[in-house]
């Protein structure tokens, strides 16, 4: 009898031992979904300007085309002035009256979602102007400027091919100096000889921020080779 409680308490704190080592698995067990969500929330700034949207993820608005237009000055306001036909403020630094025919660059920029393996999700603004020229000559001469044609040597990340009945498609994936990453079709012979390059020659447009020339974003225009 004795033997059969000495047996019945050995269970009970057996029991409770059981109970309170899974109370206690439990309470670590939450600790990784708190954190996890504490991560992915969270954002902050880099020193290159970009943004961290989560662990894996890096926003950055990079400078992205320009162009020149012809428009005509409507009304004058303080020192702005109204541009036609789209009815958009730029500073009236030229002294134009209403009625005087000028050219305007306008620019527009994206944003990049950037994930780890280096694949982007672009989002464009709309066109914005930027600034007035009294002839078309001086506006182009800026243009040359932001907007530059480069040959120069990239990563290959690597080739591959797909097949859909019985259909093969040949694509090729470069990094460029911006550290983005670009899917291009190429055709089959271009995917022999390139499947066991390392770098590969490009033609790039370079588009340069307006207001800070350091800031670029390079655009591939095509096979330099």
Known sequence: MKQNNRMTGFLFVGLGIVIILFMIGNAFNDEPEVLDWQHQSSSWTTSSGSVQTSVSETRTSVPWDYKIEQAKVGDLI??????????????????????????????????????????????????????????EAEAKSDLENLKLSLQTEVDLVGVYKTEFEGKFRHFAVIKLPTGHHIKQPIAEDRYTAMKDKKQVKVTLEEVHDYADYDLAMAKFRGWAE
């Open 78 to 135: 303080g020192a702005d002035m109204v541009i036609l036909p789209n009815n958009e403020l730029l500073p009236n630094d030229q002294n134009y009256a209403t009625g005087d025919n000028v050219w305007v660059l306008q620019h527009m920029t994206a944003e990049m979602l950037t994930d780890p393996n280096g694949r982007n999700d672009v989002t464009m603004s709309s066109w914005r102007p930027i600034k007035s020229y009294k002839s």
